[in-house]
């Protein structure tokens, strides 16, 4: 069973910071390049960063230089580490598995 959960959400002030997780299961995570991607209200769902297996890693252009993704195979999770955070950022963040598999997504919100 496919299972990708993820935490970390919440209201943040512009400029500042949050961790997202997606605890993924054991044999999903092995086996998958990993993503996140968000959908802002009105907006299509687009892609935010990925990494792959062996940690080639790939942003969009609007996060460049303060998003970071990284994945943990002790625990089986990915990370989006989001700094300097503005308020289009705003949206519900997806993780993705293998570009097939989503979680069930968490609110970010920047706003002061």
Known sequence: QVQLVESGGGLVQPGG??????????SIFITSD????????????????????IGR???ADSVKGRFTISRDGAKNTVFLQMNSLKPE???VYYCNARGTWWGQGTQVTVSS
């Open 17 to 26: 910071s949050l961790r997202l997780s997606c605890a993924a299961s054991r």
């Open 89 to 91: 950022d705003t949206a």
């Open 34 to 53: 990993m993503g996140w991607y968000r959908q802002a209200p009105g907006k299509e769902r687009e892609l935010v960063a990925t990494i792959t297996r």
């Open 57 to 59: 890693t790939n942003y």
